[in-house]
């Protein structure tokens, strides 16, 4: 009776020594597994307040934050895009906040909503190509993607009806 009792609490601990690793995640790297983007979690926080940005949060919706939509987009630039534009993502993203300091003087993460959306808004209708505003391109776009495919667009906004309308068993007929 103790030897498989013995038996079971090696098996127990043996399972345990091989799972433990991966649940340590590396704090600085970012919360979601990305094959082809070096993001830190530095970066992901930053992404998550330029994409609150785009798509603020209202009293009616959540905002992008909410969605988690920093991590759709960066997962729609891990697996959609070219290497060419992972590499303009990757570094727009790690030039975003020099760049804004730059223009401006105070960090993204400082700044109050407003100055906010008035530096991401001027940054894309700016029309230099550059790595920065090749980022806040895709990041626009994958943002209003993701927010229109979410589960609160689909099922609370929008209201479906199918085809032929709503049946009504009851009408009355005049003969």
């Known amino acids: 009776m103790k030897r498989r009792s ?3 609490n090696l098996v127990i601990i043996a399972g ?7 649940c340590s995640g590396d704090p600085a ?12 979690a530095e970066d992901e926080a930053l992404l998550a307040d330029i994409v609150e940005t785009i798509i603020p949060q209202t009293a009616n919706a959540p905002g992008a934050k909410d969605l988690n939509l920093h ?8 697996d959609c895009h070219t290497k060419e534009e992972q590499q303009k993502f990757t570094a727009g993203l790690k030039a975003f906040d020099a760049f804004v300091r730059e223009k401006t003087g105070a ?8 100055q ?8 894309l209708e700016d029309g230099n190509a550059t790595d920065v505003q090749t980022f806040l391109k895709i990041t626009k776009r994958r943002v209003i993607q993701g927010f ?5 667009v689909m099922s609370d906004m ?18």
Do not use: C
């Open 6 to 8: 013995a038996i079971k």
């Open 16 to 22: 345990g020594i091989t799972i433990f690793p991966s």
């Open 29 to 40: 790297k970012a919360s979601i597994e990305l094959s082809h983007l070096d993001i830190s």
């Open 71 to 78: 991590l759709f987009t960066l997962k729609m630039a891990n």
């Open 107 to 114: 960090g993204f993460s400082k700044m109050n909503a407003e």
């Open 116 to 123: 906010r959306l008035t530096t991401v808004s001027g940054l």
């Open 148 to 152: 229109t495919h979410s589960k609160f």
């Open 158 to 175: 929008k209201q479906y009806e199918l085809v032929p309308g709503r049946y009504n068993g009851f009408f009355p007929v005049n003969s």
